[in-house]
């Protein structure tokens, strides 16, 4: 049964940094595009940031130059740095990911909350 848990969320003070990791468990052959998505109050479940097996990162225009997504393909784990953060970033961050266990499915994580607030 695969599984994707997310840790790091929290509160922080504008301008802060928070990073987010998602790991991979259960019956797992590859991991493929990996993402993170984010959900604020009231608001449509919207993309952040993907990463491809090989590396190659795609942002949303808000987030670039502040967020970096990366992964570790030996640990089934990907991260989210977001410096700078902004209240607008506010949202419950939730972890995507391609996975052939070998049948292929996409999966999602249970969400971590993160807070922007002074």
């Known amino acids: 049964q695969v599984q994707l848990v997310e840790s790091g969320g929290g509160l922080v003070q504008p301008g802060g940094s928070l990073k987010l990791s998602c790991t991979a468990s259960?019956?797992?052959?590859?991991?493929?595009?990996m993402g993170w998505y984010r959900q604020a109050p009231g608001k449509q479940r919207e993309l952040v940031a993907v990463?491809?097996?090989?590396?190659?990162?795609t942002y949303t225009d808000s987030v670039k130059g502040r967020f970096t997504i990366s992964r570790d393909n030996a640990k089934n784990t990907m991260y989210l740095q977001m410096n700078s953060l902004k209240p607008e970033d506010t949202a419950v961050y939730y972890c995507?990911?391609?996975?052939?266990?070998?049948?292929?499915?996409?999966?999602w994580g249970q969400g971590t909350q993160v807070t922007v607030s002074s």
């Open positions: 995507n990911a391609g996975i052939s266990t070998p049948h292929y499915s996409t999966y």
């Open positions: 259960g019956g797992i052959f590859s991991i493929y595009t």
């Open positions: 990463i491809t097996q090989g590396g190659t990162t």
